[in-house]
C-alpha cells in the first residue's frame, strides 16, 4: 500500500486474489488494519494543508507525471490487469493506457477555480475552494480507469485521496500506487487495500470529506447511510438495466456487432453495458439471427491466451449469480436462441447466451444481469419502446440505433437516463459529464461539472464604495 508517500505492507493479515481464469492465487495485498487505514487517512489530511494552495498548473504537472508512469509500464501492469481481472490482455492494455489518457484530460482542463464580477459598488469573488480527502472506492469490473476517474478530478481541484481497490482486483492498483511513489507529493494519493469491512471504515471515517463510488445500487445506499455520519459529500455511480433501441431502418448487418459488444464487452460486466435489446419486429428475426452467429463465433478463454475475446466472470459470487439466472430464465420457459456454455474445470467461465424475446416481467429483463447473457424483445412502434424501456428502477444510459440521426435524438430524448449513445457504442469521455438517473446514481462525474463536485463555493464580497 502507499501511505503518506512510504511503501507499507500488512500489519496483519493477507488476502489472496485469484486470478478468475484458474482459480489459483494470483497474489497477496495487505488487509490495512483500523490504523493503517487511519495513517492513510491523516496523511492525506496532512498533505491537503500544502496541495491546496498549489497553483492549478502545478496540478496540473503532477497528473500529466502520473500518466506519463503508468504509460511507461502499460505492459507490466495490462498483464497484471488480465491475471486478477480476467479480460483479454489486449482490452487491459487499452484500460491502462485510458487511466494515462484520463489524467492527461485532466491535466488539460479549463478550470475556472477564481471568477472576479465588478459593480459600480462591489468586487464579488466567486472561489472553488476543495473539499480536504476524498474516498475513491473502486469496483473490480474496470478497476484502473475508474480509478483514474476519482483521482484526475480530486487531485485537480486541490484535494488529496485515499483509493481502495476491491478486494477481488487490488493488485494493479497497488502497483500504480508503487510507481507513483516518488511522483505525487507524499499523502496527495494513498492506496489501501483489504476486506469487505474496509469500504464502511473508509466510508464513515471523520476524516474523509467526500466519497466517489461506483458498485450497486444496494452498496451505494449503503456508502449514502455512512456518509451521512459526518455529511460527507458523495458521488454515486451505480448499476444500470440500460436498453439498446434498434430501429427498422437500420442497416442490420453494420449494426449487429456494434450492438453485439455493446452488450458483451467485458463479459458483460460494464454498468452502461446494454441489458436489453429492444428490435423492431420488422427487422427482429434477421437482427436476431446475425447477432445469434456472432455469439456462437466468438472466443471465450483465459485472457492471456492469443485470440481470446471474452474472459472469464470476474469472481465466483458474480458467475454463481449469472449461471442462477440462465438456469431460471430456462426453467421459466423462455427460448434461447444462443444456450452459451458453461464449461466444467477451472474458471469462472460463460459463453455468450442469447434469450428470444422473454416477458417483459421475467428476471432476465428485470434485473441487472451483469454478465454475458443479454435477452432480444421485440417492439412495434416508438411509444411501446420507450416506455417499456423506462419502466424499470435504473437510468444509467442506453443506446440508439438508426440511419435517421433526428428521430433517434427524438426517441432518444424521451429515455428516462443520464446518456444516451446514438449510433456509437456506448464510451464515457473525460469531458462529458456523466451520471445515472433514478436508482443508477447521484452526482455527477467526468467533466468541469465533475471537478466542480470536488469542491465547495466561496463568495468574497467587498464593498468598494
Not at 490487469?81 to 488539460?108: I, S, Y
Not at 447466451?353 to 412502434?381: C, K, M, Y
Not at 462529458?432 to 465547495?456: C, M, Q, R, Y
Request: hydrophobic residues 45%; aromatic residues 6%.
Amino acid at each position: 500500500m502507499l501511505v503518506g508517500g512510504r511503501l507499507v505492507g500488512a500489519d496483519g493479515d493477507l488476502l489472496s486474489v485469484l486470478n478468475p481464469a484458474t482459480e489459483e492465487i494470483a497474489g497477496h495485498v495487505p488487509d490495512a488494519t483500523d490504523a493503517q487505514l487511519d495513517a492513510a487517512v491523516s496523511a492525506a489530511r496532512r498533505a491537503f494543508v500544502t496541495w491546496r494552495t498549489t497553483s492549478v498548473d502545478e496540478r496540473r504537472a503532477v497528473l500529466a507525471a502520473c500518466a506519463s508512469t503508468v504509460r511507461e509500464h502499460t505492459g507490466e501492469l495490462a498483464v497484471l490487469l488480465t491475471t486478477e481481472q480476467g479480460k483479454p490482455l489486449a482490452d487491459a492494455r487499452v484500460e491502462v493506457l485510458t487511466f494515462a489518457d484520463w489524467l492527461d484530460a485532466h491535466a488539460a482542463m479549463e478550470y475556472p477555480d477564481d471568477e472576479v464580477t465588478e459593480t459600480p459598488t462591489h468586487r464579488i469573488r466567486v472561489r472553488r475552494v476543495p473539499l480536504g480527502v476524498v474516498a475513491g472506492i473502486v469496483p473490480w469490473n474496470y478497476p484502473v480507469i475508474l480509478a483514474a476517474k476519482k483521482i484526475g478530478p480530486a487531485l485537480l481541484a486541490g484535494n488529496t485521496i485515499v483509493v481502495k481497490p476491491s478486494p477481488y482486483t487490488p493488485l494493479t492498483t497497488l502497483r500504480i500506487g508503487e510507481l507513483l511513489a516518488d511522483v505525487v507529493p507524499a499523502g496527495v494519493i494513498n492506496t489501501v487495500s483489504g476486506g469487505d469491512r474496509l469500504g464502511p471504515r473508509l466510508a464513515e471515517h471523520p476524516g474523509i470529506r467526500k466519497i466517489a463510488f461506483v458498485g450497486s445500487t444496494a452498496t451505494g445506499r449503503k456508502v449514502m447511510a455512512c456518509a451521512a455520519r459526518n455529511l460527507s459529500r458523495v458521488t454515486l455511480e451505480l448499476g444500470g438495466n440500460d436498453a439498446a433501441i434498434v430501429l427498422p431502418d437500420v442497416d442490420v448487418d453494420e449494426v449487429v456487432p456494434r450492438v453485439f459488444w455493446t452488450c458483451f464487452a467485458n463479459s458483460g460486466q460494464l454498468c452502461i453495458a446494454a441489458k436489453r435489446v429492444y428490435v423492431h419486429e420488422d427487422v427482429y428475426d434477421a437482427f436476431a439471427e446475425r447477432f445469434a452467429d456472432l455469439a456462437r463465433s466468438v472466443k471465450v478463454g483465459n485472457g492471456l491466451e492469443d485470440g481470446v475475446r471474452l474472459g472469464p466472470l470476474q469472481n465466483r459470487a458474480q458467475y454463481e449469480k449469472v449461471v442462477g439466472l440462465i438456469k431460471e430464465t430456462v426453467g421459466s420457459g423462455a427460448r434461447l436462441l444462443v444456450e452459451g456454455a458453461i464449461p466444467d474445470g477451472p474458471g469462472y467461465f460463460v459463453h455468450p447466451t442469447v434469450v428470444d424475446d422473454p416477458a417483459d416481467d421475467s428476471a432476465i429483463v428485470a434485473r441487472e444481469q451483469f454478465g454475458p447473457v443479454v435477452p432480444l424483445l421485440r417492439f412495434r412502434d416508438v411509444d411501446d419502446v420507450v416506455r417499456r424501456a423506462n419502466d424499470s428502477e435504473y437510468g444509467l444510459a442506453g443506446t440508439v440505433w438508426s440511419r435517421d440521426a433526428a428521430a433517434a435524438e427524438e426517441l432518444a430524448a424521451r429515455i428516462e437516463v443520464g446518456t444516451v449513445w446514438i449510433n456509437q457504442e456506448p464510451i464515457p469521455a473525460p469531458d462529458l459529464p456523466f451520471g445515472g438517473h433514478k436508482a443508477s446514481g447521484l452526482g455527477v462525474e467526468n467533466g468541469l461539472e465533475g471537478v466542480l463536485e470536488h469542491t465547495d463555493t466561496q463568495v468574497l464580497s467587498v464593498r468598494e464604495r
